[in-house]
């Protein structure tokens, strides 16, 4: 699986909020750093298929294997691509009149998690989230770590190939960071990850990681997480 | 010997082969074989892919299950509690106009309006905005959007129509007849209809707005065009008409989502 964005752009009233982006994305995790109003979000929603460039292309293909034809890279429908992408917005507020047991089983639901499987999966995800007890908890109700534990489970719940994470630390503690950062790294082995953070602090480096730094819409650097000092440096200044 | 140690023995030959070319070289089959072990060591060690055990099962799933899964996810979006206050506020409509009405008739029209005035409610319910965030993770779900929205409309009218055909011979009583039945599906079905369309192509609240403004001008005009009883003139043709403009809007859905996927 990959994403390749080639001198993509965007803009939202006459602000350029994304400036010829050429990238591409594989498996492994990529955190998405820079100051606000760098285009984090916008750059977000757009692999997330939710809006569509101006100007340049996102393709999102795969390689397929075929004893006749050989090995080659089959672009995926948008259709395909949305059944493959979990996505936490960056304020997840879900349906606050719901239940967090009903708006996790909903979503399953909306995974197309067959219906045997649902009870299960989604009291193991609460379980493991710590939130089998707030499960009769309407969203409206919960503490802001909570929320963005159910946020992340909606996000996780079908493992999905692509998933696309805006600030998905915030609001949880040690603890609860570690362990969705363990999902997240079992995860990566087999699917594209991006995470927008500004937790730079909490970012567990590997070499395997990579790093993108947005500056005013622009790539400032992509590459491994070795320049991680020198951006921290950077979006202090 | 285990596979380590035989890879270091392999790699031990060919560096000998390499800084001495007189050495034996490495046999292909033994290297190939090699090769083989290494990548299910690999596979071994990354962790099992739950996403392809996902995806194995949702494609041995039946039509029918996949039907029942997005007939499930769309009725959570509701609400079993929603569902039950609707039944109760139509069996509420229902008993307060049979218990003060003496005229069938008159009782029927009163009903008729006051019910299709409630299907606009539900409909405006549940195709209610959502914030940007909600969008897009619905946006990005195993069923594409379209065949979400016509199953929640599917469920919204089915309900709808299974509770409040049965209730019209509550209204009408000894006069009830199959045309009773007609004179009740074709305005519920009309008004569901047209809240789901004008929802779908102008977004909730101008959709909603423009479904009460044909509403109140029913209710309001001295001709009946939608709320027709057994009897009237053109009872029959009038009904068809409606049911048909009603399918005609309903198939412009399809249209809306050929024009959208062009425009992508």
Not at chain 1, 101 to 124: D, R, S
Not at chain 1, 125 to 136: A, F, I, P
């Amino acid at each position: 699986m990959r994403i390749k964005l080639d001198a993509v752009e965007y803009s939202l009233k006459d602000i350029k909020l994304l400036n010829q982006i050429t990238c591409s994305f594989t498996k492994g995790i990529t955190y998405v750093v820079g100051k606000n109003g760098a285009g984090k979000s916008t750059l977000l929603k757009l692999l997330a298929t939710a809006i569509h460039p101006q100007q340049g292309e996102v393709n999102f293909t795969t390689l397929v294997r075929d004893e006749n034809i050989g090995t080659y890279r089959r672009k995926l429908t948008i259709e395909e691509i949305r059944k493959i992408i979990g996505f936490l917005p960056q304020h997840f507020t879900g349906h606050s009149d719901m239940t967090v047991e009903k708006y996790v089983m909903y979503l399953a639901f909306h995974k197309g998690i067959p219906v045997n499987l649902v009870k299960k999966t989604v009291a193991q995800w609460l379980q493991e989230g710590h939130l089998t007890q707030v499960k009769r908890r309407k969203l409206r109700n919960l503490s802001g770590g909570q929320l963005q534990k159910v946020g992340l489970i909606q996000a996780l719940i079908n493992h999905p190939r692509i998933c696309i994470l805006d600030e998905p630390f915030e609001g949880l503690d040690i603890g609860e960071r570690i362990y969705f950062q363990r999902i997240l790294q079992r995860l990566s082995y087999h699917s594209i990850i991006i995470i927008s953070t500004h937790l730079l602090n909490g970012i567990q480096q590997s070499s395997e990681d990579k790093l993108l730094y947005l500056s005013e819409g622009k790539i400032a650097y992509f590459g491994g997480m070795e320049a991680l000092d020198a951006v921290t440096q950077g979006l202090q200044e | 010997m285990d596979e380590n140690q035989e890879l270091t023995k392999l790699e031990k030959e060919w560096k000998t082969h390499f800084d001495r070319f007189t050495a034996p070289e490495p046999t292909r089959e033994m290297t190939l074989d090699l090769i083989q072990k290494l990548k299910k060591i690999e596979q071994n060690q990354s962790p099992v892919d739950l996403r392809l055990e996902l995806e194995t099962k949702q494609n041995s799933l039946s039509t029918k299950d996949k039907i029942v899964n997005i007939f499930l996810s769309q009725w959570n979006f509701y609400g079993t509690t929603s569902w039950l206050l609707t039944g109760l506020v139509m069996i509420a409509i229902t008993f307060t106009i049979s218990e003060n009405t003496a005229d069938p008739l008159f009782g029927f029209t009163t009903w008729i309006k006051w019910i299709t005035l409630l299907v606009i409610a539900v409909i405006g319910y549940s195709f209610r905005p959502k914030n940007e965030g909600n969008e897009i993770i619905e946006t990005l779900s195993y069923y594409p959007i379209i065949q979400q929205m016509f199953t929640r409309f599917m469920i919204v009218m089915g309900f709808q129509l299974v509770v409040a055909l049965p209730l019209c011979f509550f209204i009408v009583g000894r006069e009830s007849t199959i045309l009773y039945l007609v004179s009740s599906f074709i305005p519920v079905f009309f008004f569901g209809v047209v809240g789901f369309v004008a929802t779908f192509w102008l977004g909730q609240k101008i959709g909603l707005s423009l479904t009460l403004i044909i509403w109140f001008s029913q209710v309001l005009l001295k001709k009946k065009l939608l709320f027709q009883v057994p009897g009237d003139d053109y009872f029959l043709v009038m009904n068809m008409i409606i049911f048909g403009l009603s399918i005609l809007l309903l198939s412009t859905i399809l249209l809306k989502n050929r024009f959208s996927e062009n425009f992508k």
